[in-house]
């Protein structure tokens, strides 16, 4: 069974960068995964912030940046606002079948 | 402006069929886009479910896939999954979803509680 990891849990200072990771059991994501990413708020949809490893949604503010790094997609926050503080999936693709990852909380401190 | 909507019964009792039905407004459901099915426990993660192509074309979690089955309505623009066998383990906030041709998710249901009890 493929499995998505993600960091459990991350803190920044508010105007601070975090980078998140998303890791695949199966080896390193490339472009070929067309890796997604999402801000999840308490009590709301999932928002979708980044597809096809670094492209923006028209909604997506440019503090949010999506890359690989080192054998994973990466989610990069820079100039952290408070209004981040979310959880944030990644979502890869498999041939045909999507796999999220475990979800990492961001507080903003 | 793209919109989602969810909707069908919020309770089912154990071992029978969920069934829950995505009005799609704003984009024809015939278009280049794919559409999916997610679901999240509560306080859980995100499990992917299903999505599905106009042209008879679609595709399964593997781990749900022997109970899953997704299907449309070109007429009504709609999109519909069927649970069948459930158990309090599938009780969760289903949403619907729509999927670039690109592989990018885009808009997404406000999502469906449903729970599994007698």
């Known amino acids: 069974q493929t499995v998505v990891t993600q960091e459990p849990s991350l803190t920044v200072s508010p105007g601070g960068t975090v980078t998140l990771t998303c890791a695949s059991s199966t080896g390193a994501v490339t472009s070929g995964y067309y890796p997604n990413w999402f801000q999840q708020k308490p009590g709301q949809a999932p928002r979708p912030l980044i597809y096809g490893t670094s492209n923006k949604h028209s909604w997506t503010p440019a503090r949010f940046s999506g890359s690989l790094l080192g054998g994973k997609a990466a989610l990069t926050l820079s100039g952290v606002q408070p209004e981040d503080e979310a959880e944030y999936y990644c979502l890869l693709n498999y041939g045909g079948a999507w796999v999220f990852g475990g979800g990492t909380k961001v507080t903003v401190l | 402006q793209v919109q989602l909507q969810e909707s069908g019964p919020g309770r089912v009792k154990p071992s029978g069929t969920l069934s829950l039905t995505c009005d799609v407004f704003?984009?024809?459901?015939?278009?280049?886009?794919?559409w999916s099915w997610v679901r999240q426990p509560p306080g859980k993660g995100l499990e992917w479910i299903a999505e599905?192509?106009?042209?008879?074309?679609?595709k399964y979690n593997p781990s749900l896939k022997s109970r899953v089955t997704i299907s449309l309505d070109k007429s009504k623009n709609q999109f519909f999954l069927k649970l069948t066998s459930v158990t309090a383990a599938d009780t969760a906030l289903y949403y619907c979803?729509?999927?670039?041709?690109?592989?990018?998710?885009?808009?997404w249901g406000q999502g469906m509680l449903v729970t599994v009890s007698s």
């Open positions: 599905i192509y106009h042209l008879d074309s679609s």
């Open positions: 979803a729509s999927i670039g041709p690109g592989g990018e998710w885009g808009y």
């Open positions: 704003g984009d024809s459901i015939t278009n280049t886009n794919w």
